[in-house]
């Protein structure tokens, strides 16, 4: 079964960069079929794509974060990286990754727990 | 960017009854889309994909329709347990990935 678990910190000050890590267990980050994604939930709200990750490098972000993100992936870790830089209280969210291609549709399935990452001033 | 809309926002309903929650993109989408439920202090489950195919595990209560830019999501009969708030997501035309607002299901 495969298992996702998201890590980092949960309070980042306004204007530093939020770093969240997922690792992946019970299979293959490098298994082509996949895409791994990153979304996001403020409190209460709904849903936000922020990005997706190939095994290979291949990026997909969201425009409506300005160029504020970075995603990466580490194979020999069977981890995938998330970084969004000048941060402000409107990036105060629970982060979700997630598998993208259940069944070769660009949907989700499994997500990690979340964590929830808070802004300060 | 394609907009994803649900309605309603939240729908008050009674253990037993049948439910049908609507989802519509703002271009054709084709079959692109799929339903999640979410619990409080839960990460979102996979429901439907290909606006109608049940994920593994899932109910048959669950069933999903539409294509192009209407879609509805169908709960034959509520139980307890499909209190939740619940998302529609476009995948057809990506970047980017979209989702709707989400439809509350209370219990009335």
């Known amino acids: 079964q495969l298992l996702l678990q998201e890590s980092g910190p949960g309070l980042v000050r306004s204007s530093e960069t939020l770093s969240l890590t997922c690792s992946v267990f019970g299979g293959s980050i490098s298994k082509t079929t996949f895409y791994w994604g990153w979304i996001r939930q403020p409190p209460g709200k709904g849903l936000e794509w922020i990005g997706s990750i190939y095994f290979s490098g291949s990026v997909y972000h969201n425009p409506s974060l300005n160029s504020r993100v970075t995603i990466s992936v580490d194979t020999s870790k069977n981890q995938f990286s998330l970084k969004v830089r000048s941060v402000t209280a409107s990036d105060t969210a629970v982060y979700y990754c997630?598998?993208?291609?259940?069944?070769?549709?660009?949907?989700?399935?499994?997500w990690g727990q979340g964590t929830l990452v808070t802004v300060s001033s | 960017e394609i907009v994803m809309t649900q309605s309603p926002a939240t729908l008050s309903v009674s253990p037993g009854e049948r439910v049908t929650l609507s989802c519509r993109a703002s271009?054709?989408?084709?079959?692109?889309l799929a339903w999640y439920q979410q619990k409080p202090g839960q990460a979102p489950r996979l429901l439907i994909y290909g606006a109608s195919t049940r994920a593994t595990g899932i109910p048959v209560r669950f069933s999903g329709s539409g294509s192009g830019t209407e879609f509805t999501l169908t709960i034959s009969s509520l139980q307890s347990e499909d209190f939740a708030v619940y998302y529609c997501q476009q995948y057809n035309n990506w970047p980017p990935i979209t989702f709707g607002q989400g439809t509350r299901l209370d219990i009335k």
């Open positions: 997630a598998r993208q291609g259940y069944y070769g549709y660009d949907v989700f399935d499994p």
């Open positions: 271009q054709n989408i084709r079959n692109g």
